[in-house]
């Protein structure tokens, strides 16, 4: 091959995003580093991010959150959630703050629990479900009291979730003023003798 060639194609190779296809863990499977919330509601149990009991009613909702935000990304987690009675629910917050001087957090969820899972919830911002799935499809992902995997892409101002690899949302936001970044975070809902795992989280961050 001409030598420049080699230079030239050396050089493309080394202008390619270094992010690109690389994936980094989100949690090291015995601490909560690089997450904050409250450490009386939420701690690492069998190697996975825990959270609530089922024989006893969370109080109100609570969200564990990463310490730093994301713009463009795939998240990939594994989740299970378990429950006895009440509003058994639980979500993954993305491009999300937490509201100042309360539990709450505001942004978008991908919601978990029966009858919500894989739609794509606006979380204490404008109180409303953004975009749902096809009953069909999710009864057919999803594996009840077991491991799932979630799969959460957010591209500008695109937002797709899938379940087991199955997709169920495929959003597109039309405000511009919604600010296409933000903190991660796992909630436990209130108001559910609920229990609530994650375990397996990993970002690739896109351009």
């Not at 991908?110 to 069909?136: C, F, H, M, Q, V």
Request: aromatic fraction near 8%; glycine fraction near 10%.
């Amino acid at each position: 091959m001409n030598p420049l060639k080699i230079c030239l194609l050396a050089m493309t190779t080394l202008a390619l995003p270094m992010w690109a296809g690389e994936s980094k863990s989100l949690f090291d499977g015995k601490t909560l580093n690089g997450w904050e919330g409250d450490l009386k509601v939420w701690s690492v149990q069998e190697g996975a991010i825990t959270a609530g009991r089922i024989d006893q009613r969370a109080q109100r909702n609570e969200f564990l959150a990463s310490t730093r935000s994301y713009t463009n990304f795939v998240l990939r987690l594994q989740f299970k959630i378990e429950g006895t009675e009440g509003f058994v629910n639980s979500g993954v917050q993305i491009r999300s703050e937490r509201i100042p001087n309360h539990h709450e957090m505001a942004g978008y969820q991908a919601d978990i629990g029966e009858g919500w899972y894989g739609a794509l919830y606006d979380e204490s911002r404008r109180n409303t479900i953004l975009a749902k799935p096809d009953p069909e499809t999710v009864k057919k992902a999803v594996k009840p009291g077991q491991w799932n995997q979630y799969e959460i892409r957010a591209t500008g101002n695109r937002v797709t979730l899938k379940i087991n690899g199955v997709q169920t949302v495929d959003y597109t936001e039309k405000d511009p003023k919604v600010v296409p970044h933000g903190k991660l975070a796992v909630q436990i809902h209130g108001d559910g003798k609920t229990r609530v795992q994650f375990k397996d989280l990993s970002i690739e961050e896109l351009p």
